[in-house]
């Protein structure tokens, strides 16, 4: 005969068993997007113009970049690509609070940030002139020069410059280029990717590319590098003729900047006869600069498709309209 507890014991028993059901009902959920590693799985993060955070949020930019060093790891997070517009006003203090965001990241994981047009000097733009003084004090290639996947860049700034990286059977380039790139610059672009051709599939980072309803920004668009600053300074309908279309290793393009619905996804066909995929994502119209929405990028090369997720770490959930959670055919970046 088995010995009853006492009432002392059974109180204790009772208790513990409560607090470990506690315990487990506490423990979050899995994350919504789960990475298979085995299957060759990773993603890379895609972090739309962060300036109204710089600004006035600058704990949701700290969120943001937080979040990504913690999930480097569960998300087989290969690169980081900050699309341009990192601050709103070009002040010092927004500089520092861009520098404390990526500083969470520095070491961490790779990364590149492209200069968008609030991130130049003021004065830009006046008889052809171009400067990204605080910019460049904060992503100058000698902050790069030491890691092993930083490619180079394009004269003594950042301005262009490319990486590396190597996931899913697959090498990849990953090419940022200035806001309204200029001749020249895509004459350099042209360059690398012909250099890399049969080697690496490129990754084109770029501020403005791609408008909310699907097309190249070109003339009489709203946002429109031309409007401001003159034609020398190119627009996607520019750098897609002048480069992107010609270069047969670009299989997809990510850009922001314009503020119309703030996503856009374009699937073209260069003269390789290879699919281009091209995206833009901008949320800084909406409140508080943004709700902390970027996007997450998984990619699965066995099934050769890109899995694209919306999600925002300030307010820890997902948009889950056909704007911002869809899927695209990438079979060209893994043949």
Known sequence: MIPRPSRARLGLLLAGAALALAARAAEPPPFPVAVDPARDEF??????????YALAYPHIFR?????????VGPLHVKYVMHVGDIVDEDT?????????AFSLIDGVVPFIAVPGNHDLDAGTGLKGFRSS???????SPKRFENRPWYGGHRGVTADNSFGYFTAGGQQFLVLGLEFGPSDETLEWAAMIAKKHQNTHRIILVTHCYLMGDDTRVGPGDDFNPHTKFGPAWNDGEDIWEKFVRKAKSVGLVLSGHVCDDGAGCLVSTNDAGRPVVQMVANYQFLEHGGKGWLRILKFQPREKRLEVYTYSPWLNAFREDRDHRFSVDVAHLFP
């Open 43 to 52: 993603t890379v993060i895609m972090v739309p113009d962060t300036q109204r």
């Open 63 to 71: 969120r943001q970049f937080q979040w990504i060093r913690d999930s």
């Open 133 to 139: 003084t605080r910019y460049n004090a904060l992503f």
């Open 92 to 100: 010092e203090a927004e500089w520092r609070v861009a520098d404390e």
